[in-house]
């Protein structure tokens, strides 16, 4: 016999709501390139593309209009992100949010490569650095007609390291 969906949704959302406030006790203890690996230990992605190559080379889009990579930290500490960035827009504005406060904005004036450093300072517990792209594809601007992806920027090396 098959439990109604009704039953089901409020167990889905207890797992969902369990897993977005990082109740497993994993946390990110070293670093992660998300232009390099699909997942690890206490890291939680939204919004983003599966990893793509060409040869050797790799890297994923964070989509329109907001990305969110979320890691658990098992103490307070800072953490540095060290990037290589690709923007398809020129004039592109993209606000960068750590745990809703905002910590800088990225504006890539050409079509171009970016290199993208940036610091926090890390709570214990579950963190979230927000991407809220002021466009994308197929938002205001269309740079990849065939690809229905909203994508925002693209990430070559998105290194997070917890210090």
Request: with cysteine.
């Amino acid at each position: 016999m098959t439990a109604p969906i009704r039953t089901l949704l409020p167990a889905a959302l207890l797992l969902a709501a369990c897993l977005l406030t990082a109740c497993s006790k994993s946390s990110l203890s070293g670093p992660v390139n998300l232009a390099e690996v699909e997942t690890s230990e206490g890291l939680f992605l939204t919004n983003l593309s599966n990893i793509e190559t060409d040869g050797d080379l790799h890297w994923r889009w964070f989509l329109g209009p907001r990305a969110e990579v979320a890691f658990v930290l098992d103490k307070e500490r800072p953490v540095e992100f060290d990037t290589l960035g690709y923007s398809q827009i020129a004039g592109q504005v993209t606000q960068v949010m750590a745990n809703g406060e905002l910590l800088g904005t990225i504006t890539t004036p050409e079509v171009g490569p970016y290199p993208i450093t940036f610091h926090m300072q890390g709570k214990k517990g579950k963190n979230v650095l927000a991407f809220v792209f002021g466009d994308w594809n197929h938002g205001k601007t269309t740079f990849a007609p065939d690809d229905p992806r909203p994508m925002g920027l693209a990430f070559y090396r998105f290194l997070i390291t917890p210090r």
